[in-house]
């Protein structure tokens, strides 16, 4: 989904970095949202797995009423930026709105598959960051880089190059070497391998549902002209009421003793805050970066995460095993987002 121009193929490569260095301010926006890119997925995995483990005196917040949460602030979110976009007129917004969702039932309703997958996904991060540590998960989630490419094939009859293959085989080198497991003794062997076991699931489910909800979704908006942020609308609503009806199922009852909001402090609304930001974000990247960068902040995330997870958190302690097996994932991230030298001499920027 990252947008790339072709210059021609009599352009020479002095010619278009003349051409890139020329236009400094989309540099400024690229490393910008990069740096926003790194900055909330360290913080919301960090931030998440604090509130997850954290010790308070009442009950601790519902993670399905935080999903639910999530959504409604990333629909007024989609909503305000299609108000800015239509020149801040209330009726224009409420036009367009009309016009794409009431009018068009079909096209709507095709956004109820990729929501329900993605709130499903959102409920497993918070189990998967209940039971593993920020450093291991980071790590691990990454094999949505599989699964997202395994369904491009399949769902939208992409092609792999050699390096992208590569790339995946070093993935699950990674993946399963970070897993790998250690040395410990007794009951606490017996609780960790637990937890372990039931955190790896969640990752691994989540990153399933993230390829093929990722990939339906890049379809849909490849078939339609529709804005990115009314079809975020589209989501988040479908979202919401998903969410909604999985909160007042498996937490009805906690939700009529305690209301939904039961738990929540500062910690919890940064979390919401985050999760519902993570998706523009992305969206913003997708617009200025490039691949390599994405695989490099990525990269930098993963590394940002293992640190404060050692010194901070204290709750991980790497081996050597670990440190080869993401050192395999971080080469993978950037191996998967390279592209050789074209043999037609077009030159991607």
């Excluded at 913080?43 to 509130?51: A, G, I, K, P």
């Excluded at 308070?56 to 990333?74: C, I």
């Excluded at 709507?108 to 409920?123: C, D, R, S």
């Excluded at 092609?159 to 790339?167: D, T």
Aim: proline fraction near 3%; glycine fraction near 8%.
């Amino acid at each position: 989904m990252s947008t790339q121009a072709l210059l021609p193929a009599e352009s020479s490569d002095k010619e278009s970095s003349t051409m890139v260095s020329s236009t400094p301010h989309p540099s400024r926006l690229k490393y910008l949202s990069l740096g926003v890119l790194v900055l909330q997925t360290t913080s919301l995995v960090l931030t998440m797995r604090y509130s997850r483990t954290q010790k308070e005196d009442g009950p601790r917040y519902l993670a399905s009423s935080a999903v639910v949460a999530a959504e409604v602030l990333k629909i007024f979110t989609c909503t305000f930026i299609v108000f800015m976009e239509n020149k801040y007129s209330l009726r224009a917004m409420n036009l367009l709105l009309k016009e794409e969702i009431v009018k068009k039932p079909v096209e709507t309703m095709k956004l109820a598959v990729p929501a329900g997958i993605y709130t499903l996904q959102n409920n497993l991060l918070y189990v998967a960051l209940s039971n593993l540590d920020a450093a291991t998960y980071q790590v691990t989630y990454q094999l949505k880089i599989l699964t997202t490419a395994l369904f491009s094939v399949s769902m939208l009859g992409k092609r792999l190059g050699l390096y992208q293959w590569l790339s995946l085989l070093s993935l699950m080198a990674g993946v399963t070497l970070v897993q790998w497991p250690t040395d410990s003794t007794g009951e606490q062997k017996v609780l960790t391998a637990g937890s372990q076991v039931v955190g790896v699931a969640a990752v691994l489910t989540a990153c399933m549902s993230s390829g093929f909800a990722g990939v339906y979704f890049e379809k849909i908006l490849k078939e339609t002209k529709q804005s990115v942020w009314v079809r975020n609308i589209q989501l988040g609503l479908f979202s919401f009421l998903l969410g909604l009806l999985g909160m007042m199922v498996y937490d009805g009852r906690s939700v009529r003793q305690s209301g939904m909001f039961q738990g929540y402090n500062a910690i919890t609304w940064t979390v919401v805050v985050l999760q519902a930001m993570g998706g523009l974000v992305v969206a913003v990247v997708i617009k200025y970066a490039d691949n390599i960068l994405k695989g490099f902040a990525t990269s930098v995330s993963i590394i940002v995460s293992t640190l404060i997870s050692y010194f901070v958190l204290n709750d991980f302690h790497p081996t050597g095993v670990f440190f080869l097996g993401a050192m395999l994932v971080i080469a993978a991230t950037f191996l998967y987002g390279y592209h050789g030298k074209p043999a037609n001499g077009a030159v991607k920027v």
